[in-house]
């Protein structure tokens, strides 16, 4: 008999209350029985609501439980050596923090809202014995780690290798690409961090920042209002910025 074609359904689809859910990195194929539904349900604690600069977890606590992102923003910060604060990423809506964590079990960094932020709190070693008895639910934990590990990557190339310019041009492209993936319009969103976090996490000063987005503007490749970002030629911006996603959360 011909193998049947998998199924694909989502957390989403679970329960009505998740319906609006963006956590699209938890797709199972079919296969799970009803107590694997309901297991799996129910280790989802939905809608913790953070305020802007609310400290989700800090660098050093335990690692208690992943996050996923339904609304909103948070950054990461790190310590460095001299005991500076590096900005060390943006997450957005249907994103996962925590997973830079499972590691030494210690979060390595310090997650905070920069807006209102909705998240949804996922028990990590709950996950981890759910993941040992639903093959689905592992291959997706992994494919997640390794995009992480990719996101990194990619992140000690652009600062390593482009200038600044090229730098802000792949960020911009990173957020737009982003939210596109969420069938938003990617040629309009606004930036959520101020233009020192932008900074901070580019490498880059806060004068050098707004003036190469000034640059960017007079040149006709974005237009800027405060915060909010319209990408104007987005082949010339690809171009700048190498063609690359810088897609570091931007992931997370």
Known sequence: MADTPATVISIASIKAACRSCTLKELCLPL????ADINALDRLIRRRQTLKKGQTLYRLGDSLRALYAIRQGSMKTTGLMEDGRV???GFHLP???LG????NTDQHPCSAEALETTEICEIPYHALEDLALKVPGLQHQLLRIMSRE????QQMLMTLGRMAAEERVAS????FSQRHARLGRDGAHFKLSMSRQDLGDYLGLALE???RLLSRLQEEGLIEVSGRHITIRNVHALKSLGGGG?????ASG
Not at 31 to 34: A, I, K, N, P, Q
Not at 149 to 152: H, Y
């Open 208 to 210: 050098t920042v707004s």
């Open 94 to 96: 249907g994103e996962l």
């Open 31 to 34: 296969g799970l029985d009803e």
């Open 171 to 174: 960020c911009l492209l990173s």
């Open 99 to 102: 997973i830079d964590a499972i």
């Open 149 to 152: 590990i990719a996101r990194d």
């Open 245 to 249: 996603e810088m897609d570091r959360s």
């Open 86 to 88: 590096q900005v060390t």
